[in-house]
């Protein structure tokens, strides 16, 4: 009789085990399901205000600034999910730079992939089901497409800085040789890849289509490639339409080193990195420009460190996104 109230004892504590790991489980579930986007406009932005890289929000004046990723890790690059539920972004919290998801809020923080491999310049495909981003390190980088969940990861083409346009249907990219950087375009249908400015602007970086699809924002840079990497110290803004026609200069200031340009989700207005040299030392800082009047406003501070790596999301701009018929015409993969 002993040993069958041990093993009865055994049992129950076996079920109340699995139940509690249900419970954990069904708890992980919820949150991740029950991810808010945010209720107001909000820049999402990298930051070294707290002493290392980490992954910040504000309002588009600049301010309200908060700190959502709160680690002692490498954390850069976020862009937020379509529909402002979750940021994807670069982190080096396992030993090597890879994709991470977290929700709105900074909870539910989640490695993309299961194998450790160098992954950056995340940008997400339109409906929110995929992403693309670059592989390896300088100057042998390959851009790739998967599930947002790490899942049938498929090469595109050599490349890095991936922009999904917001049809779906192709891919700004940066390509890059030993003599040149260029702005070019993949498309995801045909697999064919289109050079834009050949000859105006050898070296590019950063290309980000805007919210209708017609018209890319880059970086032309002062450009080369030293030992592998490539390296620049100036850079000035400029837009192009979608066919590479119009060309026009943001950004006129000779010193500037105006990077990093995302849209406004209502196609007014340019958010970019750019270098403020007092009070001194030089500092990376964020600047909103009104595509109209193209007067830079400064939103961040250079006493409170480095800023850069914007991304802009706003709730109002959600019903003017693509058409599903657009979104549904080209993915199939969960």
């Known amino acids: 009789m002993k040993h069958i109230s041990n093993l009865r004892h055994i049992i129950y504590r076996f079920h109340i085990l699995s139940y509690a790991i249900a419970v954990l489980l069904v708890l992980g579930a919820i949150s991740s399901v029950c991810a808010k986007a945010p209720a107001t406009a909000k820049i999402v932005f990298t930051s070294t205000q707290d002493g290392g890289n980490q992954i910040y929000t504000m309002n588009p004046d600049g301010s309200d600034q908060i700190n959502l990723s709160r680690s002692d890790a490498w954390d850069t690059e976020p862009v937020w999910s379509p529909d402002g539920e979750q940021i994807l972004f670069v982190s080096d919290r396992d030993g090597l730079s890879d994709l991470y998801i977290m929700d709105a809020d900074g909870k539910g923080v989640r490695k993309v992939f299961r194998d450790n491999e160098y992954r950056t310049d995340p940008t997400w495909s339109p409906d929110g089901k995929q992403i693309a981003y670059a592989q390896g390190e300088e100057p042998n980088r390959t ?32 390509a890059g040789g030993v003599r040149h950087a260029r702005l070019s375009i ?38 080369s ?97 693509p058409s599903e018929q657009l979104l549904t015409t080209f993915w199939g993969k969960n």
């Open 225 to 321: 490639f030293q030992q592998g990497f490539l390296t620049w110290s100036r850079a000035k803004l400029y837009i192009v339409n979608r066919d590479g026609t119009e060309l026009r200069e943001i950004t006129k200031d000779e010193k500037a080193v105006a990077m990093e340009p995302t849209w406004s989700p209502h196609n007014g207005e340019l958010i970019y990195s750019d270098v403020v040299m007092r009070p001194a030392p030089w500092t990376m800082q964020l600047f909103m420009t009104d595509m109209s009047n193209r007067r830079p406003v400064q939103l961040t501070g250079a006493e409170v460190g480095h800023n850069y790596d914007a991304d802009w999301f706003d709730p109002t701009a959600l019903g003017v996104s």
């Open 143 to 174: 851009i790739y497409i998967a599930t947002r969940n790490g899942n049938s990861p498929e090469k595109l083409t050599d490349g890095f800085m991936p922009s999904w346009s917001p049809d779906g249907h192709e891919i700004a990219f940066v």
């Open 186 to 223: 993949f498309n995801l249908r045909t697999r064919a890849t289109k050079t834009l400015l050949q000859n105006q602007m050898p070296w590019v970086v950063y290309p980000a289509w805007s919210p209708r699809g017609d018209k890319i924002a880059f970086s032309k840079i002062n450009g």
